[in-house]
């Protein structure tokens, strides 16, 4: 599998035993996080993430976790509409929506459990992964790790659904920013500690403005893929 990147990475900042590696940045203060908001979304920048939920997520925490991955791509001008798929083919009648073609403006997210994970490679310091952008006109796909959300929400920082929401954050945008897009501040840290759980806690963790207008752009370009895919099918119906 062609991996976009190595995922975030869990440290042991007083989080409990067995998190992983220690960490290797230091933690951008609450106030110079709070500069990075970008404003409330463009209603024309919308991407549709199609969520595939193998763990065992209440259906609270997944909700909850929407909810903050929307107001962090808001801030960067970015609307999401979440799409809950089947995990299983018993269930795909009652998902049609989910079967039907989007083309460049998906995500196929996943949320697995450590089996899953396991399979994907993972080496056990990652709380998720992702495919880098591709240009062909299909859905891109990222995956979460669910295992390393329940690990972090044991510091009781922050809850399982925000650490959730900022995971899903995170790998949808190494999605739309590519491959080696991790940076020192905001939600696209590469590691994870008390500090950025704290900050996740109020709200505090975005995209940088940069990220936010280099999401913008990768959004407007699939936009403009999508419509140009249309046009021929428009013309041969007429």
């Given at each position: 599998m062609n991996r976009g990147h190595s995922g975030v990475r869990i440290g042991s900042s007083g989080l409990g035993a067995g998190l992983g590696l220690g960490f290797l940045l230091v933690v951008a203060s609450v106030g110079s996080a709070r500069t990075q908001a970008t404003?409330?979304?463009?209603?024309?920048?919308?991407?549709?993430?199609r969520v595939y939920s193998y763990a065992a997520v209440s259906r609270g925490t997944l909700l909850g976790a929407e909810r903050e991955s929307s107001r962090i791509f808001r801030e960067a001008g970015v609307?999401?509409?979440?799409?809950?798929?089947?995990t299983s083919h018993a269930e795909e009648e009652k998902y049609s929506a989910c079967a039907a073609p989007m083309g460049a403006m998906a995500v196929d997210l996943r949320v697995v459990p450590t089996?899953?994970?396991?399979?994907?490679?993972?080496?056990?310091?990652?709380?998720?992964m992702a495919l880098a952008s591709?240009?062909?006109?299909?859905?891109?796909?990222?995956?979460?790790?669910?295992?390393?959300?329940?690990?972090?929400?044991?510091?009781?920082?922050?809850s399982p659904s925000q650490i959730l929401g900022h995971a899903i954050a995170h790998e949808i945008g190494h999605v739309l920013l590519g491959p080696n897009s991790h940076s020192r501040t905001g939600i696209m840290r590469g590691n994870w500690d008390r500090g950025y759980l704290q900050e996740a806690s109020q709200g505090q963790l975005l995209f940088t403005r940069d990220q936010a207008e280099r999401i913008r752009?990768?959004?407007?370009?699939r936009i403009r893929m999508q419509q140009a895919e249309a046009l021929p099918e428009t013309a041969a119906r007429k």
């Open positions: 404003g409330s979304a463009d209603p024309s920048l919308k991407i549709t993430a609307e999401v509409a979440w799409l809950d798929c089947p089996s899953m994970a396991e399979r994907l490679r993972s080496n056990g310091e990652e709380a998720g591709a240009r062909a006109g299909g859905a891109s796909a990222a995956w979460v790790f669910y295992q390393r959300v329940e690990e972090l929400a044991e510091s009781e920082v922050a752009a990768e959004v407007s370009t």
